[in-house]
């Protein structure tokens, strides 16, 4: 399981006359992230800075923050320290200030930055949702009113299929529940679903 947001959400804060408007936005990709920050720029042309940072994966392993021109450290880092403070992953936050003419100093920007961001994860609607794989079964003609039957008590996702003398199969199924289904697939007596049950690729939900 991990922790993501259903849609983007937008939160503001002001501190001197300086004022930081925030985006939190569901991303799966690095691609999505550098697009988005491309066309916020765009959008928010006229702004003195434009921060951002990301998290990304199940694993949360991928991640990544940008100051754009503020002091190092006191922009991309508070915005990804939020990120990582609500346990979300596949989330790209944009901050963009607009310099209000009184300095805020280095502690006064990390605070902005942090309560910014964490404007915009509160204004999210915050959901958990299941690391799924894919798993292909390849098996005889025979078979497949019983392979079936284990997709519909299982209330299993069909991704692919065809069927001819031999069907092949792409199943998208829980992580946590891999080693259950596949000795469940197993236990159709049929030498080519034993012997030509293929590797499984993990794939987040929602891909």
């Known amino acids: 399981m ?10 503001q804060y002001s501190e001197k006359r300086s004022r930081f408007l925030s985006f939190a ?5 690095v691609e999505e992230v550098k697009t988005y920050v491309k066309d ?3 959008k928010f042309y006229d702004a003195n800075h434009v921060c951002w940072a990301y998290v990304l994966g199940a694993d949360r392993n991928t991640f990544r923050s940008s100051d754009d021109g503020e002091p190092s450290s006191t922009a991309g880092k508070p915005i990804l320290g939020q990120i990582n403070s609500y346990g979300l992953t596949n989330l790209l936050i944009i ?10 100093g280095t502690s006064g920007l990390i605070v902005a930055y942090r309560a910014a961001a964490k404007s915009a994860i ?3 609607e915050i959901e958990e949702r299941t690391v799924n794989v894919e798993i292909t079964v390849v098996f005889e003609y025979p078979y497949l009113n019983s392979i079936m039957r284990i997709v519909k008590d299982e209330q299993l996702e069909i991704v692919s299929s065809t069927c001819d003398t031999l069907c092949e199969m792409t199943l998208r199924i829980p992580k946590n529940r891999l080693e259950h289904l596949t000795n469940k697939l197993l236990t159709i007596k049929s ?3 034993k012997d030509r049950l293929l590797e499984t690729s993990f794939i987040p939900l929602g891909i």
Do not use: H
């Open 122 to 124: 509160d204004a999210a």
């Open 40 to 42: 916020y720029r765009k």
């Open 191 to 193: 030498a080519a679903l």
């Open 25 to 29: 936005i569901p991303v799966l990709t």
């Open 2 to 11: 991990y922790k993501t947001i259903n849609g983007i959400a937008e939160g």
């Open 95 to 104: 901050v963009v200030r607009y310099f209000g003419g009184i300095e805020l």
